[in-house]
């Protein structure tokens, strides 16, 4: 028996699920344990959990001494386990906060594998759960300390189980035995729309409702969502949700729901919020990269669906072909016309786009062969502009860019020979080789090329200075006018981020030993007029005592500036005499 006969017994046994689940882990694991916190979300998310930790109050989220009324809690409560479990109080490693995320994906990945299950069949689903556990958005997002691997896993899960609701309402109406209980269903519906609220506000309710009201107009039956109306549902979902917003609307007098609303949400409603704007389109240019290696069979998935779509209403293929364009276009349209956009925003609805892929590769030997040829181009598309990202991150952060050429050339040689196999509709080895080439981006990317990219990564350089001067910070006031939030957890919240106007003021009144990082970018060069104010003159420097640390240099690809920080210790003359005898 050949590799390629060993494998289907996995793709379509009791194991595939399992299969499924690990190969997400493992795609969103790389580069968890070895990458320092990233600017600005992720750092932000760790630093309010660890906050949240070491003061015991689970109701208010704050980043050093600011309230963050931004996104509401869940992520956190999530996080806060796997810190609690997996560091010591106060240390400040990464990793633990991103493992929240990394089951996200896991349980996003199990879900577009039970719908395609549900919707396609078993070799559609192992298909679509293991290209969705692999690929570009979905794994890297699982391992960042973020809330968006989190709300597509409990997305994902809500879109579940609209599926399994309708189909459920069709086995009823036929009469057919079926093991699916629409109630309960119901509830982990809204249970999951509940969690997502919890995560990131409105998005959850958004996807699932547009989806159920899509369905609803498109096919002009009501009948299936009376499930939606059992009293359990309604009741989880308050239960869930309702006892944190009743509490921080308390202990904020009602400041929360009003800046998460006017001061986060409105603004990216109505405008490109914090300079992120894009014209409608820009979600579908990047959906071949982001969803590599899916992309692949996608068009497949589509002249499939389309087929089944000219079918009876009534069959099952119509059927779900219905279901899954009614959980994926409204929410993309929404997304393609709000004003701001980030490449994250659509992942919520990759999980039914996944299941089209893994149609795909079902229907592989029955689609035209223009549709693979198509999938195979922009396959290898994609492979490039990951490959050609891959060698821009080396570059950026003075990584090594060979290997960096490397891992993107692996890449596209494995896309090259998944084309080939696609074109060929050799559908097992098609799959294997998009396994393959998934897992090598996330190998090049997070576990070879940012990880030599130390540039990218100032604040962990500057930990490092502090460590080998024997400086502990939270014994040592920091200050510092690099104000990214990855500083701030590196040294554990013990920093004031100051603006550089007021650094003058700040060495004019000090009195104890310190240390200050200087971020040169943010100061105006010697003999340059501009609008940015002047780097503290030797003299002043002299009053306090400063001696030099040491300095780094690298890109703070947030601002998307090169830069290097001063780091001095400043010892002034008052802080000497009071140790005095």
């Not at 181009?377 to 490397?406: D, F, N, R, Y």
């Not at 013990?494 to 990082?517: G, H, K, Q, W, Y």
Request: proline share 5%; with cysteine.
């Amino acid at each position: 028996m050949g590799v390629l006969e060993r494998v289907k017994p996995w793709m379509e046994g009791r194991k595939a699920g399992l299969l499924v689940v690990l190969l997400a882990a493992f795609a969103a694991l790389l580069g968890v344990f070895t990458l320092p916190a990233l600017d600005r979300d992720e750092a932000r998310f760790a630093q309010a959990t660890a906050q949240m930790l070491e003061s015991g109050d689970w109701i208010q989220i704050r980043f050093l001494d600011e309230a963050r009324h931004k996104k509401p809690v869940g992520i956190h409560w999530v996080q806060a386990p796997f810190a609690g479990a997996f560091s010591e109080p106060g240390e400040r490693t990464i990793a633990p906060f991103r493992l929240a995320s990394v089951l996200g994906a896991m349980l996003a990945a199990l879900a577009a594998f039970a719908m395609a299950r549900a919707l396609i069949g078993h070799r559609a689903a192992f298909a679509a759960g293991a290209l969705f556990a692999v690929s570009v958005l979905l794994a890297t997002e699982g391992g960042i300390a973020k809330t968006d691997a989190m709300l597509a896993g409990v997305t994902s899960i809500a879109l579940l189980a609209i599926a399994q609701i309708r189909l459920a309402a069709d086995f009823a109406r036929d009469n057919r035995p079926s093991r699916l209980n629409p109630d309960i269903w119901a509830v982990i519906a809204w249970a999951s729309v509940a969690l997502g609220v919890l995560i990131k506000g409105p998005i959850t309710p958004m996807v699932a409702g547009l989806g159920v009201l899509a369905l609803v107009v498109w096919e002009r039956r009501v009948d299936w969502i009376r499930s939606f109306f059992w009293w359990p549902g309604p009741l989880v979902a308050m239960l869930i949700a309702a006892p944190w917003f009743i509490a921080i609307q308390i202990a904020t007098d009602g400041a929360f729901l009003r800046e998460a609303i006017m001061g986060d949400l409105g603004p990216k409603v109505v405008s490109g919020h914090e300079g992120h704007g894009a014209p409608p389109g820009l979600h579908l240019a990047l959906l071949s990269l982001l969803i590599f290696p899916s992309i692949v069979f996608l068009p497949a998935g589509l002249a499939a669906a389309i087929s089944a779509q000219r079918q009876a209403a009534a069959s099952a293929a119509a059927r779900s072909t219905r279901i899954l364009l009614a959980l994926i276009v409204p929410a993309w349209l929404v997304f393609e016309l709000a004003p701001t956009k980030l490449v994250h925003y659509t992942l919520p609805v990759y999980a039914p786009l996944a299941v089209l892929a893994g149609w795909g590769f079902q229907a592989m030997s029955d689609v035209r062969g223009l549709w693979l040829w198509l999938g195979a181009g922009l396959g290898l598309l994609a492979a490039l502009l990951g490959a050609v990202l891959l060698v821009a991150l080396s570059m950026l952060g003075g990584g090594a860019v060979w290997m960096a050429v490397i891992s993107g050339s692996v890449v596209c040689v494995l896309a090259a020979g998944l084309a080939v196999a696609s074109v060929q509709r050799r559908a097992v080895l098609a799959i294997m080789l998009a396994i393959a080439a998934g897992l090598s981006w996330h190998v090049g990317a997070r576990g070879l090329t940012l990880g030599s990219a130390t540039q990218l990564f100032l604040a962990d350089q500057v930990g490092q200075v502090l460590q080998e001067a024997g400086i502990d910070p939270r014994q040592t006031l920091v200050m510092s006018t690099f104000t990214e939030p990855s500083l701030a957890f590196e040294l554990g919240g013990a920093v004031r981020l100051v603006a550089p106007d007021s650094v003058d003021t700040l060495l004019n009144t000090l009195e104890t030993e310190s240390v200050l990082i200087l971020d040169t970018v943010r100061f105006a060069s010697a003999g340059v007029a501009d609008d940015r104010p002047r780097a503290p003159s030797p003299a002043a420097l002299q009053a306090v005592g400063a001696t030099a640390l040491g300095e780094v240099s690298g890109n703070n690809y947030s601002r998307g500036d090169d830069t290097t920080l001063l780091i001095l210790h400043l010892d002034p003359p008052g802080d000497a005499d009071e140790e005095s005898p």
